[in-house]
């Protein structure tokens, strides 16, 4: 078991920037690529951003690329999130996620644990 647990989410500007963190805890961290996923209300959760294992790779959902950086510290067991030029359509549930592909991967579907969420607002 993985247990994943979020941080860092909280009410910002538009324009402005948040980090988010995920502290992983149980089974060997660098087992497993991770993935931010998010969810607004009355949409379904989509994909954010992945990265490997080793966070030599990284791929972003083109609505944040240039705008968010995913990254890890296996060291650490943390994975964040670095949001910066928020806009109010970035406002949803975020939620960390592991999964045994240690590349990594876009489909929640391929992800076997989920951390609980953290909520980012953004206003206008």
């Known amino acids: 078991q993985v247990q994943l647990v979020e941080s860092g989410g909280g009410l910002v500007q538009a324009g402005g920037s948040l980090r988010l963190s995920c502290a992983a805890s149980g089974r060997p961290f660098s087992n497993y690529g991770m993935g931010w996923f998010r969810q607004a209300p009355g949409m379904e959760r989509e994909f954010v951003a992945t990265?490997?294992?080793?966070?030599?790779?990284?791929y972003y959902a083109d609505s944040v690329k240039g705008r968010f950086t995913i990254s890890r510290d296996n060291a650490k067991n943390t994975v964040y999130l670095q949001m910066t030029s928020l806009k109010p359509e970035d406002t949803a549930i975020y939620y960390c996620?592991?999964?045994?592909?240690?590349?990594?991967?876009?489909?929640?579907?391929?992800?076997?644990?989920w951390g609980q969420g953290t909520q980012v607002t953004v206003s206008s």
């Open positions: 996620a592991a999964t045994g592909l240690r590349v990594g991967a876009w489909n929640g579907g391929q992800y076997d644990y």
């Open positions: 990265v490997s294992w080793s966070g030599g790779t990284k």
